[in-house]
């Protein structure tokens, strides 16, 4: 039986975990079934403290246009149509059910598992505790002499296993950037497995 893997990718209020908070979260959890493989795409906004956001976080990510939970309610499962508002404990719940166990996946994900860990609290890191980032896996799928000095290029070395990085309509967006994870780890791997 295979350890499910998930593909990570936060949004956030600041670029410190101790200061901001997550407000968007994209899970893309892939699965096995024998030799068989199932993503489900999973995302969840969260109504975070902006008085000690950085306007140029919030910049980059498009809060102010992205942002979809209604004031009358503190977190949404926003990849459904319409999106699912509720309350903050239920979205947090189902995050930490659908990590639960799962490898951790991303473009620094160190950066996210910090931020998932003080969106969710204390104890509720139930995901294996080594995160692997995209960065490194090309970096070794192509030979860390051609990725050339630190620190690397996540886009550069996207395109040098042969994935396009997310056009600028789509990064850093939290799916967005979680399919980027998840695409550039098949071309490492040579496909879902």
């Known amino acids: 039986m295979s350890i499910p893997l998930a593909f990570v990718d936060t949004e ?17 959890l892939r699965e096995f079934d024998d030799e068989e493989s199932t993503d489900t795409e999973y995302v969840w906004q969260f109504t975070p403290d902006l008085t000690v956001a950085d306007p140029e976080s919030l910049r980059i990510g498009r ?31 189902a995050v930490v059910n659908i990590l639960s166990g799962a490898i951790l996946i991303g473009s620094n994900p160190g950066f996210d598992d910090r931020f998932l860990r003080k969106l969710l609290g204390p104890g509720s890191a139930q995901w294996h505790y080594r995160p692997y980032d995209i960065v490194q896996l090309a970096a ?10 630190l620190p690397w290029s996540s886009y550069d070395l996207s395109r040098a296993v042969g994935v396009e990085p997310p056009a600028k309509g789509v990064a850093h967006t939290a799916l967005g950037d979680a399919r980027w994870a998840r695409d550039v780890y098949d071309a490492v791997f040579g496909g879902a497995a």
Do not use: N, S
């Open 63 to 93: 809060f102010h246009e992205r942002f979809q939970v209604p004031a009358t309610r503190e977190a949404a499962y926003t990849e459904c149509i319409p999106m699912l508002p509720m309350p903050r404990r239920a979205a947090v719940t």
């Open 12 to 28: 956030t209020t600041h670029l410190d975990a101790e200061i901001g908070d997550a407000w968007e979260v994209a899970v893309i």
């Open 140 to 149: 070794a799928k192509i030979g860390v002499e051609k990725a050339g000095p």
